[in-house]
């Protein structure tokens, strides 16, 4: 459990870090520019925050399979019948899903990784809801992190 608990710690922490950094680098865009181009300031946002949560989601699929395939403290199975193996690609789908707190239920953690699970879907969708939050800013007119804005 304990190693569990860590690799939470750890990937939170990663995933945080770069959601900020991402965040602080389209907000310090937006007030760079000159404009009044919200739409672009949008798209802007809206791109590099999917990028962002894409990429979080990879980085947790990696956890994933360290914590399985390397520490061995759980598994992810198939919930029905099936006698394909599961592979990095349902790792992913796991994640992604897990991260937007969608829980389709396919695919089901086994031992502690279900903690792992747990956190990934608190911390997914505390990001989704800051990303909102931060859309809502660029969508009127402001770039939220940014001194100038």
Not at 132 to 140: A, C, T
């Amino acid at each position: 459990m304990i190693q569990a608990i860590l690799l939470s710690i750890l990937v939170v922490g990663i995933c945080t870090t770069i959601h900020y950094f991402v965040l602080k680098w389209v907000s310090d865009t937006i007030a760079q520019r000159k404009s009044t181009a919200h739409g672009q300031n949008l798209g802007l946002a809206v791109g590099a925050i999917t990028f962002a949560h894409v990429i979080e989601a990879l980085i947790y699929t990696l956890f994933f399979l360290w914590a399985v395939q390397g520490l061995q403290i759980g598994a992810l199975n198939a919930s029905g019948p099936t006698d394909e193996p599961i592979t990095m690609m349902d790792y992913f789908y796991f994640s992604l899903v897990n991260f937007t707190t969608l829980g389709r239920g396919d695919l089901t953690p086994l031992g502690h990784l279900r903690f792992l699970t747990g956190i990934e879907a608190f911390h997914g969708f505390l990001m989704i809801t800051a990303s909102g939050s931060f859309v809502l800013q660029v969508m009127g007119g402001g770039a939220p992190l940014s001194k100038k804005g």
